[in-house]
């Protein structure tokens, strides 16, 4: 079974600049939440959406944005991209129930880098 | 505030011995699942072990065990028989109960398993 999968692997942008990252869950899972993870740190909760709908918010500008499509892919973007965006950024799905035995698988991360 | 504390930076240990990786928590939350995620250099945070704040048993999965001892908000990954393809990040991360969907991971401790 395919697990999570993130398109770009990696990605080289300039500061000002605009970003869309991608990510498809696991056949049967309706919900997508993204993190960023940037270097030495644990991930940070941005996002998560269920049945296209935004569940939850981290603590992140309104730069950051995403959506979700009826196939329960998703997209995240970033707008006038800063230099402190630079890092790791994980897509992990899951069922969606609202419990805490829903497990987050994560794909492979998409890496960032600002120049 | 909901915090996960992991306080090894790093830990070397040899080959065929047992590891225990430290992780305490905070949440008022009586209800919270906590979960053990691997990171290799390659990024991907791969999920080992899941432990559920009402679960009567300690978690097991293979090689991996979660001492769970609520009582001091500890939730310690323990890997028995190491190897080394055990070398790689480990975080510890709690998701709170029908609240909240984000999970919360601690800073990681990097495992070094030598020959």
């Known amino acids: 079974d395919a697990g999570v999968t993130q398109s770009p692997t990696h990605l080289i942008k300039t500061r000002g600049q605009h970003v869309t990252l991608r990510c498809s869950p696991i056949?049967?899972?309706?919900?997508v939440s993204w993190y960023q993870q940037v270097l030495g740190q644990g991930p940070q909760f941005i996002f998560q959406y269920y049945e296209k709908e935004e569940r939850g918010r981290g603590n992140f500008p309104d730069r950051f944005s995403a959506r979700q499509f009826p196939n329960y892919s998703s997209e995240l973007n970033v707008n006038a991209l800063l230099l402190g965006d630079s890092a790791l950024y994980l897509c992990?799905?899951?069922?969606?129930?609202?419990?805490?035995?829903?497990?987050?698988?994560f794909g492979p991360g998409t890496r960032l880098t600002v120049l | 505030a909901q915090k996960i504390t992991q306080t090894q930076p790093g830990m070397f240990v040899q080959e065929k011995e047992a590891v225990t990786l430290d992780c305490t928590y905070d949440t008022s939350d009586p209800s919270y699942g906590l979960f053990w995620y691997k990171q290799p250099s390659s990024g991907e945070m791969i999920f080992l072990i899941y432990q559920g704040s009402y679960d009567q048993q300690n978690a097991t999965e293979g090689r991996y065990s979660l001492n769970f001892q609520k009582a001091r908000k500890s939730a310690n990954l323990v890997i028995s028989a190491s190897q080394l393809g055990d070398s790689a990040m480990y975080f510890c991360a709690m998701r709170l109960g029908n609240r909240d969907d984000k999970i919360i991971f601690g800073k990681g401790t990097r495992l070094h398993i030598l020959p």
């Open positions: 056949s049967g899972h309706k919900s």
């Open positions: 992990a799905s899951s069922l969606g129930v609202v419990a805490v035995t829903d497990t987050q698988y």
